[in-house]
T-cell receptor, first 114, second 113 residues
Framework: GENVEQHPSTLSVQEGDSAVIKCTYS??????FPWYKQELGKRPQLIID?????GEKKDQRIAVTLNKTAKHFSLHITETQPEDSAVYFC?????????????FGQGTELSVKP | NAGVTQTPKFQVLKTGQSMTLQCAQD?????MSWYRQDPGMGLRLIHY???????DQGEVPNGYNVSRSTTEDFPLRLLSAAPSQTSVYFC????????????FGDGTRLSIL
């Protein structure tokens, strides 16, 4: 069935270092790959997304890369800051039923140490 | 715009009780969905709807019912609450299907005793 695998489940970095989170998906028809950030006790919020017609997208310190052949995509955060500490989720749509449904990865808890 | 509004924010139920979690959006979004969030399990899709009158099951639909009589509202019903349904529930909406940015509500923290 549809599946989105996310690694690692926890990640600890020093302030200023880079962080990379990877996801793989199973539905080859997926065409939209968002990343969400969830701070403790808050709602998930979209930070960046990419569509299948591009291989990379950048927004200041964050970037997402997509490899459709291998069916994986990654989130890159450079020059990490303590406020980047949060849980990050990837997601991918899966066709079926009445229309596309969005399936989330298990989440990565990122801790940035000052 | 209020965005996506969920009520209540917190609820405690006894096993076997029924309850409806409310979700409303004022963005004229066609797509709405319900997720539950448990530690280490991420966000798991319960049910979703691609428009008024159309609903479908997600990954973990058992024990939950939904209906979509209007574009704005998408309530989630627990017919007979079980301790395994203790979780944080998020409602989300987007312009179409699952391939658009999702707007989440603030969540409902539900405890079943």
């Amino acid at each position: 069935g549809e599946n989105v695998e996310q690694h690692p489940s926890t990640l600890s970095v020093q302030e200023g270092d880079s962080a990379v989170i990877k996801c793989t998906y199973s539905d080859s028809a997926s065409n939209y790959f968002p990343w969400y950030k969830q701070e403790l006790g808050k709602r998930p919020q979209l930070i960046i997304d990419i569509r299948s017609n591009v291989g990379e997208k950048k927004d200041q310190r964050i970037a997402v890369t997509l490899n459709k052949t291998a069916k994986h995509f990654s989130l890159h955060i450079t020059e990490t800051q303590p406020e980047d500490s949060a849980v990050y989720f990837c997601a991918a749509p899966s066709r079926g039923g009445q229309g596309g449904k969005l399936i989330f990865g298990q989440g990565t808890e990122l801790s940035v140490k000052p | 715009n209020a965005g996506v509004t969920q009520t209540p924010k917190f609820q405690v139920l006894k096993t076997g009780q029924s309850m409806t979690l409310q979700c409303a959006q004022d963005m004229n979004h066609e797509y709405m969905s319900w997720y539950r969030q448990d530690p280490g399990m991420g966000l798991r899709l319960i049910h979703y709807s691609v428009g008024a009158g159309i609903t479908d099951q997600g990954e973990v639909p058992n024990g939950y019912n939904v209906s979509r009589s209007t574009t704005e509202d998408f309530p989630l019903r627990l017919l007979s609450a079980a301790p395994s349904q203790t979780s944080v529930y998020f409602c989300a909406s987007s312009y179409s299907h699952g391939d658009q940015p999702q707007h989440f509500g603030d969540g409902t923290r539900l405890s079943i005793l």
